[in-house]
């Protein structure tokens, strides 16, 4: 009695056996090695025999020389091309930088002029008014101005009248006065 294999086993014992086949097949061609048999289809043509490899001679000076005098016009052509381009991405870089500078000059140049309109716009007239004022007075004054022009006046103010009149001030709005005041008097660019 032989009981039947189930589905996953009938598949392993099959791919068994082709491989099994397989096997023996390669085996049997190796051990004819040395002969080579090939299938013609009737009517076909005969395969052409190989054909055996000859070497050339090695080439002599001359010729090599000749070569090299013959292609050293395009590798001289191909050089002059690869540093032209360079050249051009040398001078694309050069032309950045340069509107970079160009751009941050302006910058400083429109830093400069709010600066010394920042300045003028306390006149003279304006300083000696604050500075015959009391300290506690001008104070008051200062602190409902324009921040911009309390800091331009306090500038021009001396310098022991000012420290008074901030004295007098607010907190918060002698602090915004004095880091306008501090801006103002830098010299260097403040970017």
């Known amino acids: 009695m032989t009981y039947p294999l189930p589905r996953k086993q009938h598949r392993a014992a099959r791919a068994f056996l082709a491989v099994s086949a397989l096997a023996v097949t390669l085996l049997a061609g190796a ?19 190989p ?9 002599d000076e001359s010729e090599i020389q000749r070569f090299c005098s013959n292609i050293a016009d395009a ?7 690869l540093q032209a381009e360079e050249l051009k991405q040398l ?19 429109q830093w400069l002029k709010r600066r010394e309109v920042f300045l003028a716009r306390a006149e003279d007239s304006v300083v000696k008014i604050y500075a015959g004022m009391k300290p506690d007075a001008a104070a008051e004054r200062l602190a409902m101005v324009n921040v911009d022009l309390a800091a331009a006046i ?20 002698a602090a915004a006065l004095t880091g306008i005041m501090a801006s103002a008097a830098r010299r260097v660019d403040p970017s």
């Open 51 to 59: 054909q055996q490899l000859t070497r050339e001679k090695a080439p």
């Open 75 to 81: 590798a001289r052509d191909r050089r002059y091309v």
């Open 31 to 49: 051990a004819h090695t040395e002969e080579t048999v090939r299938q013609i289809l009737p009517g076909g043509q005969e395969p052409a025999a």
């Open 154 to 173: 306090l500038m021009k103010l001396d310098s022991r009248k000012a420290g008074v009149i901030l004295n007098e001030m607010d907190q918060k709005a």
């Open 91 to 109: 001078q694309a870089g050069i032309d950045q930088r340069m509107k970079a500078l160009e751009d941050k000059r302006a910058e400083y140049e």
